[in-house]
């Protein structure tokens, strides 16, 4: 997959509008901290990794590295796991009243030539840290959650509270 500014806006226009204006403010804080800070021996970039998903997309990512026994979800293969959430339980999968896609979270992306960021990073610190700037009382970034830990992403505090953007299945 490759990330560029055009893919960014696409991602963002999937996304409840006043989240997407949160997100814009948080990519261009990222970036402007990245052209800040140039490093001569890689290239840095930070761009937008996942907005929506489809609740088919999403449960396909869910049982990666899991197997199903009599309705319970077992991890088979940790390193496998993608997610944490099915459908009706991340905020990747909101919809508007009227069935139009409007995600309350976002998953930002920290390219070092061009591969994604190692674990260890510590530049995936910019993302919370962009997120507590712009609005640190609604949004709740994944680096704060006990384990697992999800770098990458940004959601609406108590999202599930938007009845009319609950997910649907």
Do not use: Y
Not at 11 to 30: D, F
Not at 39 to 54: G, I, L, N
Not at 121 to 140: F, G, S, Y
Request: proline share 8%; glycine share 4%; net charge negative.
């Amino acid at each position: 997959m490759s990330f560029n500014a055009s893919r960014d806006q696409t991602q963002l226009q999937l996304v409840w509008a006043p989240l997407r204006a949160q997100a814009e403010h948080m990519l261009r804080i990222m970036q402007g901290w990245l052209r800040e800070r140039p490093t001569e021996q890689e290239k840095v970039e930070v761009h937008v990794a996942s907005t929506w998903r489809d609740p088919a997309e999403q449960m396909v990512l869910f049982q990666r590295g899991r197997t199903r026994v009599n309705g319970a979800w077992f991890v088979e293969n940790p390193k496998q796991i993608v997610t944490k959430a099915p459908p009706e339980e991340t905020a990747h999968c909101c919809l508007t009243a009227d069935g139009k896609p409007a995600s309350l979270a976002v998953d930002f992306v920290i390219l070092v030539d061009g591969k994604w960021a190692e674990d260890r990073d510590p530049r995936w610190a910019l993302i919370p840290a962009a997120a507590a700037l712009v609005n640190a009382e609604e949004l709740e970034p994944g680096a704060f959650w006990n384990e697992p830990r999800d770098w990458p992403h940004v959601e609406v505090r108590h999202w599930r509270t938007h009845a009319e953007r609950r997910p649907k299945s």
